[in-house]
């Protein structure tokens, strides 16, 4: 059984720490630590500076280590009195997975191992720069439209290859010998680069040429690039959706850009959690 105490302890707790993590400077200092991060381990890239400065560089991560450390454990103590909700968002449970592997003997004494845990600290970021976290989002949205887009864009690109080998094959064994050869040429035409050499060359085998290469860049380089514009933007549309926090009881008050106000936002937080203090604090009487 439970300490008596242990339930005002652990909401004490919570409330401390949430008035700190909850603060403009804590946001502040986590984000320069995190671009102090990513500056050391560009700086170690360079051998010269990475041998002079070798003790500096180690004293620095350690510093930036037992920060975010520290951040951790103050963003999980804010959730003290209930822990469940810290697991709940993925960002928390990325961060502690970063920390806690850091700490890990087997992984400090393996450098690439290391390195990305400290390139992955980088990342971050997002959760701290509201518009880097909707591009994120909205990457994470488009997967599903960009994935039919490549099937899609696969189709296009075996048909023509496969037709590019029975026209060219024999002319233009470099280019179209066979299916993988076919395949890669018209991959890197889809940027358009080198498109007018190619032409030129295919209109000494057969006029052919023009109809064959002209269809295939509208297709491949403006119909297929303009339908994976639009699943971005789509998706984007819909991260910022979210973010903005559209999706809300309706006959709720909203901004003009059609989401809550950030004070308004803060201040209806703080009162949801007044309210749940209040009734916690009933609960144990």
């Known amino acids: 059984m439970s300490h008596p105490t242990a339930g005002p302890l652990r909401h004490a707790l919570a409330t401390r720490a949430r008035a700190v993590v909850e603060t403009r400077w804590f946001t502040g200092a986590v984000l320069f630590a995190i671009l102090g991060n990513a500056v050391v381990l560009g700086l170690e890239t360079y051998s010269g500076l990475s041998e ?90 488009s997967v599903p439209g960009t994935f039919s887009f490549l099937m899609v864009g696969a189709l296009l690109l075996y048909l023509y290859a496969m037709l590019g080998w029975m026209l060219y094959a024999e002319h233009d064994p470099d280019r179209y010998g066979s299916l993988g050869r076919a395949l890669l040429t018209l991959f890197l035409l889809t940027t358009l680069d080198g498109l007018g050499p190619v032409v030129h060359e295919g209109l000494e085998y057969s006029r052919w040429s023009v109809l064959y290469y002209g269809t295939f860049v509208l297709l491949a380089s403006f119909v297929l690039v303009n339908m994976l514009i639009g699943v971005v933007i789509n998706s984007l549309d819909e991260a910022r959706a979210v973010e903005a926090g559209e999706a809300r009881e309706p006959g709720e008050p909203r901004t003009a850009g059609g989401g809550f106000g950030e004070e308004e936002l803060r201040a209806k937080i703080a009162e949801a959690r007044r309210v749940l203090d209040e009734l916690e604090a009933g609960l144990r009487r």
Do not use: S
């Not at 087997?106 to 980088?122: D, G, I, K, Q, S």
């Open 52 to 141: 002079r400065w070798r003790e500096w560089l180690l004293l620095g991560e350690g510093l930036f280590l037992a920060a975010f450390t520290v951040e951790i454990v103050l963003r999980a103590a804010a959730f003290a009195d209930r822990p469940a909700r810290f697991f709940r968002d993925p960002w928390n449970v990325f961060d502690l997975v970063v920390v806690v592997l850091a700490h890990l003997p087997l992984m400090r004494e393996n450098a690439t191992l290391l390195r990305l845990l400290r390139l992955a600290r980088v990342l971050r970021a997002a959760r701290l720069l509201p518009q880097l976290r909707i591009i994120l989002v909205a990457i994470a949205k």
